[in-house]
């Protein structure tokens, strides 16, 4: 958290590309070379210390669906927005449940749902994607 102080938050911006890849691979990294804690292969163990990847998945993916939607203007193809964002979620979703860690899936999905909420989507949309999980689940 204290680089995150310290940085300026255009940089977050800027680079959310790299970031969003970066998340990506440390997801995928902590599949191959983690170490398992309680049946859970999501840790990192470096020098004694547990290092998490899906703690700082969280924050990057607020980040990229914070920049996605600011530069787009939703009501112009609503559903091209909730495939891209879905699409982009829907990767640290799976990398997190290959694991297998339910609990961070289902954070990062209320975080994706929360985000298509706080931009305005329309209501008839949102029913259709809780309902949509909903039946899927």
Known sequence: MLVVIVLDYYVFFSYNSYFYLLAALLLAAVLFFGSPIHGT????????????????????LIVFLARYFAGVYLPSNIVK?????????????SLVLFQPDLGSALILLAIWLMMIMLVGLPKKHLLIVVGSFMVVA
């Open 81 to 93: 927005h909730l495939i891209v964002t879905g699409a982009g979620t829907l990767l640290f979703i």
């Open 41 to 60: 292969k999501g840790w990192f163990n470096i020098w004694g210390l547990g290092l998490q990847p899906v703690e700082l998945v969280k924050f990057i």
